[in-house]
């Protein structure tokens, strides 16, 4: 222990402050907050301490805590010696203690120490948490019933304790928490930690207190803590370091009786309305035990606020007496708040009309009462003789002007009641002569309504601490351990009535030379009285304490209590007779319940003889319902008793779990997979991303490539047929060493182009052998095909120091993968119709083999022949055509005539191309084209670009050219959206192509005929090579689904699920096909819901609503499904990016763009390590590597469980989907034998009373019951518990809810095929919701049956069938009925009456559907789908670019929510006033769309994101302009090496862009300046200059500023020589936009960007721009990253 710090450092020791009245200087800093000097006093208590139990008996302000401390750091030090992991408990009895504390501890020692308390949820710990709290903290701060409940439920034992520290400890007396550890374990321990108390005052109890009296009451508490009092001997050291208060009398004039007749008036106005309020209950139809309740509540909140109204008048004055109506007011108000139907604020109403009549009567007898009299001192003088102010108000108030001007002064005001410290404060701030101090008030945390939570507490005291406020008003809240250093003043405004109150309120007087002012009525002998016996006490207290022997042994030995407890062997976790009670209200405490009914035990005693018999009855939903006590002589025992045993038998029952506390559902292992894994955090969620492999399609594998001998495949014959009829394209054969399963073999797959569509259909053929030729010269056209299309067939360049040779000059086994290896050949075009038997075009394929002979000819003269020598030919050289007009090729000459539709190749380049045309008038020898190109050419003819830049020298430089149709990349065909040769890679690369392909003319050259070569097949090949991509992509992606399916493994001759809806169910969309898992997962939530409901329903029979539906999350929530995916390896058949056809490889084909595996996984399949898992927004979700891996959000994984099940639902129906699910490791069987006992179950409840009731219900709903029960259970709302009913709804609520989402789910999913799936599941939210069924309930009458006892339930199911009939047809009906929604009990009825049809139909879906059809109906349809007001707004801004400003206010009761929108010439504001937020915003949201309706802008009745992409799509596919901008680009985005990310320079150009602005119009009278009150404080923007930096912070600015979105203007120009971007990128285009801002009411700028490659890119550089002229105006600053 350090003891070299300077001494009387009032930071280091802040209970040892020193100094005058006045406030403290400043302290010096110490050199470290853990030195400090111990005094001789404390230093022999510790010594005390560290020898034997102790409690520490010292006046407040002594150092106790310090103590503490150091033997904190003893006991520290011995335990780190012996290696002792114990740890240390310091309790204290409040929470503001509790924090005091724990800062101290953590000040002044190095212990790990944490603090605990029930605000913090430490009550409802497990064990786990418990654990980890005790292995990782040394000291434990805690409330002793922290300390005591852990103790009882065996998470701690006081074998783990070394030291228990009781501050405040003169409060371990009766059944304090105190007194119960110690009784209950300590004294019954056999390893016992050491016991530090510390006190004031040991002595508590009021009176008169004699020296036996203390000596007993000393005696008491030593016996319980086992410790012996210890005090200071010698008083000098004490008094020289511990300030004393000066005690100071200041006396105040009795009373006057003024106010007699308005006593008399307030009584007779509580007595009316008392009587008002007494007569409510008559008023009502029924009656209800909890409108009696809250009668007699109401009647004692009134009595309440007449007494405290009489209580200030009697005390304080008239003007406080007004203060104190106007606080009731206020508690009033709160008390109402969230109460919603008529009777409710009918209550209010009267409370609230009482205190105005108060109000009224005070002001109509004194009117002078308004606060004027308070402004002068002559006026307070006048106020106490008229009764204004009490002569003992008066007196504080001289007090505190006897303060003087200083505002640093800190002064506690004692008072007895909450009401007078809050109506005190409100007083003094009203007081000009008092206005340079500031006040406030500081009371109990309790759970009255005049409470301050103990967040505010803590403020409160923070705000006093330092001085920030002057005077504080408290309750006996602040006398015990409120540790305020500078405080200079206590006043006791009410006399403290115990000796402790005494000398505790005193302490809190902490500088030298403060005072302890006691305010005394003269000649109230009484009050003298009193303080004479407290002052009596507190010397023969001290006198006591004193005299005793600390070495003496304990005088008075602990009586042990004969405790009945029930322990659990597993753990040793007890409840006795005492804590048994508490637990069964926490048990039911978490069972379900509503606002009409709270779950709580009721208790009925029955009287034998002198003994009592306690029955205990447990609510509907509990373990068991009834159970009978042993009789014993009190009641109160006998309560207790019976709770033992019902707890006993909880646990026996599992409700009780071994620490016996409310079973929390865990999972099973038999149920489902727990979440114990570290990588399973965030498991399910969007923000998670995973890195997967891709499972490899297992039909397209094969060997046959590398035999030498022939094979024999499977043919699959390809037909494609065009809607337009002059378009023909040749047949295909597909051959492969697989058999294809049926439906993938019999596929037909839709191909869309530009301005037509070609239907592909497959058909199987049986097989096809091939010799060893035909292998090869099938191979040689594939080869040469796909690589002259879609690759390269000339690879090395010169320019890359390599040699550049031909692809195909040499056998290249490497091009076929035994992973992927198929053949297809073309067709002879006579057999395209047929479909029995195969011509294959061995012609044209034997021409191409030559073709590649011909090309290894060439390269064996020299592998530079074609670029270094003059070309040869089999032809003369002449030049000019023939006689015959023949056309010279490298390989052949043709009759011009023939060449129209010609295939040829080029053998410089390798490059294929069609014959469009013969340019008779142009020849090798004309100029150069040049008409494209605004700068002059190098070179002179097109002989001179050839022997320029290719070295060739043409032999027939006279002949025509030819114009050739120059072949293009493949595109994707497969979606609809995108009707256009150029289809995309991704939604975002179908939209640039669209962008840049609009206005492109079509792509032609000129070519020499001596540099061709002639490919002897049709065009219409060349044409279907073009489909084989994307119809490939198809085939192999229905050959994955049907590889799953083969694993999945579900045979039924009944049903037959396709390949084709197990390819939807794995499709994201993200893949931008039509079809994508989104409808069918809709379905498969619901029915996964039902599954699982269902099994839990039967398989639980004793669990109530609450574990069942704690349960089913876990079996259904994201994490469970995405790990149920995982274990089935379900993440590699998901296809989750667009097909890029330019990464599809054929068979043959060498891809150009590949994509090296930088993942760090040397398999094909990906660990499922944490490594392998990020939340990095920056990754990019779909680009697959070359190895197949790619990142994927978790939540794919548990939307594509949940799609399959919707496909096998759909294709198999439930049987189907429960095979599937069990596959998958979900278990949701369903035994019928359990619908039978349920049924049984049901049949015991009494129906006989009620069977009038049931029949007419019967009639409702068109079926009669086999088992009434089920009906009776169904229409039992909880709060029949008081009429004796053991059951209730929920159970079955629970599991129609299920039912109910799953028939409207499939409803909807099978009558609108053709829409949406966020609309389909808008659809679903408008149908499956609880204001829906609470509406169904009421046009059926439903209500007339609800079996309750609730009066407020009837109050508000009547208000609000009121209202739904007033409202009806209203176009929003939630804000026509006032925002107000209606009764759950009315929609769970409607729930738990079809699960109730479901049992009793043995689960007959088909039957409760066709019940149900109709009393649902009508179900909303799309063109009746009504969006709430708030979210059509958001969609209609967005859409149009405007951002909506929302501020929200409370006024009274109300929330007041305003909402702005800025349009470009006018600000658009509305208000909304609701009890609730989203009420209040979406009235407002109303308004306002009614405003901009009628300035032309509405919103479609439902705009879907699919539909709005459309249409966007369209409009940019006829103009190159963005018209409306509404989302933020994505940015940052890194991934493979083909990443798009792109840098822009930084140097931006110093010329000064050109403005053009104008003027906008205004508007009328809603128009207002949005912007230019942010001009003389600029916006600090810091710019990103990645790609899409600079639009992100100008759209930030926008949002921020009010001003709608900038728009673009995007124009493309073309160069016949390639652009290199600055991040080495190439192009033949460049983009400039010009960017269009309109700032309200001030000018539009309309700005041109500087040149890009891409058009994303050109806006950036627009963006960018406008940035800087808006810096240049003074409207925001720029700062570069």
């Given amino acids: 222990m350090s003891s070299t710090a300077s001494p009387a450092n009032p930071l280091k020791r802040p209970l040892e402050d020193g100094g005058p009245m006045a406030p403290a200087k400043k302290p010096a800093v110490a050199e470290s907050p853990r030195d400090f000097d111990p005094r001789s006093y404390q230093i022999k208590v510790l010594q005390i301490a560290l020898r034997r139990n102790t409690i520490a008996v010292l006046e407040t302000g002594a150092g106790k805590t310090m103590i503490a401390v150091m033997l904190m750091k003893e006991v520290g030090k011995a335990m780190k010696v012996s290696n002792d992991n114990r740890l240390i408990i310091f309790m204290a009895p409040t929470v503001n203690l509790i924090n005091q504390q724990f800062e101290v501890i953590k000040t002044h020692t190095d212990f790990k120490v944490a603090e605990y308390y029930g605000d913090k949820g430490v009550d409802n710990w497990s064990a786990q948490s418990w654990e980890k709290e005790i292995s990782t903290q040394e000291v434990m701060v805690m409330t002793p019933q922290i300390l005591l409940d852990a103790l009882r439920n065996a998470f701690l034992t006081l074998d783990m304790i070394r030291l228990m520290i009781f501050d405040e400890c003169h409060r371990a007396s009766g059944r304090h928490p105190y007194t119960r550890i110690m009784k209950e374990f300590y004294h019954r321990s056999g390893r016992k930690p050491s016991v530090f108390g510390m006190t004031a005052s040991p002595v508590v109890r009021k009176g008169v207190s004699s020296a036996m009296d203390c000596e007993d009451q000393i005696a008491e508490l030593e016996s319980i803590l086992d410790s012996k009092v210890c005090t200071v001997e010698d008083r000098a050291e004490l008094e020289l370091f511990v300030p004393s208060a000066q005690e100071i009398n200041r006396y105040y004039d009795t009373n006057l009786s003024l106010h007699d007749d308005l006593k008399a008036k307030l009584d007779s106005s509580w007595a009316k309305f008392d009587a008002v309020v007494a007569n409510m209950q008559d008023l009502l139809p029924n009656q209800f035990k909890d409108t009696e309740d809250m009668i007699k509540g109401l009647r004692k909140r009134l009595s309440s606020f007449h007494a405290k109204i009489l209580y200030c008048l009697d005390d304080l004055g008239l003007i406080c007496a007004q203060e104190a109506a106007q606080v009731c007011m206020e508690t009033a108000r709160v008390a109402n708040l969230g109460e919603g139907y008529d009777f409710s604020r009918s209550s209010f109403v009267q409370c609230k009309c009482f205190l105005e009549e108060v109000l009224n009567k005070i002001e109509e007898t004194y009117p002078l009462v308004n606060g004027d009299i308070l402004k002068a001192e002559p006026g307070y003088v006048e106020a106490v003789k008229m009764g204004y102010v009490s002569p003992k108000l008066y007196e504080l108030m001289q007090i505190f002007q006897s303060f003087g001007g200083s505002k640093e002064v800190l002064c506690l005001i004692f008072v007895e009641r909450i009401i007078t410290a809050k109506v005190i404060e409100r007083f003094m701030k009203k007081c000009s002569n008092l206005s340079h101090f500031t006040f406030s008030y500081l009371t109990g945390g309790n759970s009255s309504i ?83 016996d407290i002052i009596r006490s507190e010397h023969s207290m001290a006198d006591t304490a004193s005299n005793r022997d600390p070495d003496a042994s304990i005088s008075k030995v602990c009586r042990h209590e004969d405790i009945n407890a029930y322990s659990v062997e597993s753990t040793g976790a007890t409840v006795t007779p005492d804590s048994s009670v508490s637990l069964i209200y926490r048990y039911c405490e978490k069972l379900p319940g509503d606002k009409y009914f709270t779950p709580k035990p009721k208790f009925e005693f029955v009287l034998y003889g002198g003994s009592y018999e306690c029955t205990l009855t447990l609510p509907p939903n509990a373990a068991f319902q009834t159970i009978v006590g042993p009789t014993c002589r009190g009641c109160h025992l006998s309560r207790q008793l019976v709770c033992l045993d019902a707890c006993k038998k909880l646990h026996q029952m599992g409700a009780l779990d071994d620490h016996l506390l409310p079973s929390v559902e865990e999972p099973s292992e038999s149920d489902l997979i727990h979440k114990n894994t570290e990588s399973a955090s965030g498991a399910g969620t969007t923000k998670r991303k995973e890195l997967h492999g891709t499972t490899t399609v297992h039909a397209l594998s094969g060997n046959w490539a590398h035999k030498t001998d022939g094979v024999t495949m499977h043919a699959y014959k390809i037909d494609f047929a065009c809607d337009l009829v002059s378009e023909h394209y040749s047949g295909f054969v597909l051959l492969m060493e697989t058999k294809l399963d049926d439906d993938v073999a019999c596929a037909k797959v839709d191909l869309y182009l530009v301005d037509k569509m070609a239907k592909s259909s497959i058909f199987p053929c049986g097989q096809v052998h091939l010799d060893s ?29 390599g040699q550049r040779k031909f692809l195909l000059e040499t056998e290249n086994n490497s091009l076929w993968s035994s992973m992927n290896m198929y053949l297809l050949l073309p067709l002879e075009s006579s057999t395209i119709s047929s479909h029995e038997t195969l011509s294959i075009n061995w012609k044209g394929i034997s021409s191409c083999a030559s073709i590649v002979e011909f090309m290894n000819t060439r390269s064996l003269v020299g592998a530079d022949s074609c670029s270094t020598r003059s070309m040869e030919s089999s032809s003369s050289s002449s030049t000019s055509l023939s006689k015959n007009e023949e056309i010279h090729f490298a390989n052949n000459s043709v009759d011009i005539h023939d060449l129209q539709d010609m295939v040829v190749m080029a053998i410089h380049t390798g490059r294929i191309y069609s014959i469009l045309d013969v340019m008779i008038d142009m020849s090798a020898e004309s100029p150069f084209d040049v008409t494209s190109e605004t700068t002059p050419s190098s070179f002179a003819t097109f002989k001179d670009y050839f022997n320029k830049k290719y070295g060739v020298v043409l032999q027939h430089p006279g002949q025509p050219l030819l114009l050739l149709k120059q072949s293009h990349n493949a595109h994707n065909l ?101 079809f994508s898992l989104e409808r069918l997962e809709l379905l498969g939530d619901s029915v996964l819901k039902y599954a699982v409901s269902c099994h839990l329903f039967l398989t639980y029979p004793k669990k109530h609503e609450g574990q069942l539906s704690a349960r089913r999350s876990w079996a259904v929530c994201n994490s469970t499904l995405h790990k149920l995916g995982i274990n089935c390896k379900l993440q590699g058949y998901i296809r989750d990016s667009a097909f890029d056809p330019r990464r599809w490889v054929a068979p043959g084909q060498r891809s150009i763009r590949p994509v090296p595996c930088r993942c760090g996984v040397g398999t094909s399949e990906v660990p499922t390590e944490s490594k392998y898992v990020t939340e990095d927004t920056s990754v990019v979700v779909g680009k697959a590597c070359d190895r197949g891996h790619r990142w994927m959000c978790s939540k794919t994984i548990s939307d594509c469980v949940e799609s399959l099940i919707g496909a096998y639902f759909v294709a198999g129906g439930l049987r189907a989907a429960l095979v599937l699910m069990k596959w998958l490791g979900i278990g949701a069987e369903i035994d019928l034998a359990l619908v039978e006992e349920a049924t049984r179950t049901a049949a015991l409840w009494c129906h006989v009373p009620k069977v009038d009731e049931i029949e007419t219900l019967e009639s409702k709903l068109s079926y009669k019951f086999s088992v009434k029960g089920l009906l009776l259970e169904a229409i039992t709302h909880a709060s029949q518990q008081v009429l004796g009913a053991g059951y209730c709804y929920q159970r079955l609520e629970f599991l129609g809810d299920s039912v109910l989402d799953l028939l409207i789910t499939r409803y909807l999913f099978q009558t609108h095929e053709d829409i949406d799936p966020g609309e389909l599941t808008d659809l679903r939210s408008a149908s499956v919701n609880n204001e829906n069924f609470a509406q169904v309930a009421v046009r059926h009458n439903f209500q007339q049956h609800l079996q309750h006892d609730s009066g407020f339930l009837l109050g508000q199911i009547n208000e609000y069938v009121k209202g739904l009939a007033e409202a009806n047809g209203s176009k929003n009906l939630s804000l026509s009925l006032g925002g107000s929604k209606g009764p759950k009990v009315l929609g769970d009825i409607v729930e738990s009456i079809a699960g109730a049809i479901l049992i009793d139909t043995g689960l007959d879906l088909e039957k409760v559907w066709e019940i149900f059809e109709p009393l649902l109906s009508p179900i909303v349809t799309p063109d009746k789908l009504e969006l709430p007001p708030l979210r059509e707004l958001i969609e209609l801004c967005s859409h149009l670019g405007y951002f909506i400003n929302t501020k929200l206010t409370s006024q009274e009761e109300m929330v007041v929510a305003e909402l702005g929108v800025q349009l470009k010439d006018v600000l658009l504001v509305r208000e909304g006033r609701e009890r609730s937020k989203k009420n209040a915003k979406g009235q407002a949201a109303l308004s306002l769309l009614k405003d901009l309706e009628e300035r032309g802008l509405s919103h479609a ?47 931006v150009s110093p010329v000064e862009p050109s403005v053009n602005t104008s003027s906008s119009d205004h508007g009328n009278g809603y128009s207002m300046k949005a912007c230019d009150a942010n001009l003389n404080a600029p916006v600090t923007l810091s710019v990103n200059m990645e790609k899409g930096g600079p639009r992100t912070t100008l759209y930030q600015l926008c949002k921020r500023l009010q001003w709608p979105m900038p728009k673009f203007n995007s124009t493309e120009q073309k160069h016949r020589e390639g652009i290199e971007a600055s991040n080495g990128r190439k192009g033949f285009s460049t983009f400039v936009s010009k960017i269009i801002l309109h700032i309200p009411n001030a000018v539009v700028i309309e700005l041109m960007g500087d040149p890009r490659v891409d058009k994303k890119s050109s806006q950036d550089s627009a963006a960018l721009i406008m940035l800087y002229e808006l810096e240049k105006q003074g409207r925001c600053k720029i700062i570069c990253l």
């Fill in 450 to 532: 005049d409470a301050l939570t103990p967040k505010m507490q803590k403020n409160t005291l923070n705000l006093f601490r330092c001085g920030k406020v002057n005077l504080l008003f408290t309750t006996d809240v602040a006398e015990e351990g409120i540790d305020v250093h500078n405080c200079s003043c206590v006043i006791r405004f009410d006399l403290p009535k115990t000796v402790r109150s005494y000398v505790q309120s005193r302490g809190r007087a902490r500088q030298h030379d403060s005072h302890y002012i006691l305010m005394l009525e003269r000649g109230n002998i009484k009050q003298r009285d009193v303080l004479f």
């Fill in 773 to 801: 030729d035909q292998v090869k010269i099938s191979k040689l056209f594939q080869e040469f095909f796909f690589n002259g299309l879609f690759g390269k067939l000339f690879i090395g360049s010169k320019s890359s120091g």
């Fill in 974 to 1074: 497969l979606s609809s959206k995108s009707r256009y040769e150029g289809g995309p890679a991704s939604r975002k690369a179908r939209q640039k192509d669209c962008d840049t392909q609009a206005e492109k003319p079509l792509c032609h050259v000129h070519m020499p005929p001596e540099l061709l070569v002639i490919i002897g097949v049709p065009i219409s090949v060349l044409k279907s090579f073009y489909l084989l991509p994307s119809l490939m992509h198809r085939l192999e992606s229905l050959m994955l689904a049907s590889q799953l399916r083969k694993e999945i493994a579900f045979h039924s001759s009944n049903c037959d699920i396709s390949s084709l809806l197990i390819l939807e169910a794995i499709t994201t969309l993200r893949c931008c096909e039509d």
């Fill in 1501 to 1547: 009745r439902y705009v879907s994101k699919r539909k709005h992409d459309e249409a966007k799509l369209v409009g940019e596919c006829s103009r190159d302009v963005d018209a409306n901008i509404s989302m933020l680009p994505e940015q940052g985005l890194m991934g493979s090496s083909s990443s798009k990310k792109q840098k822009m320079s930084k140097s």
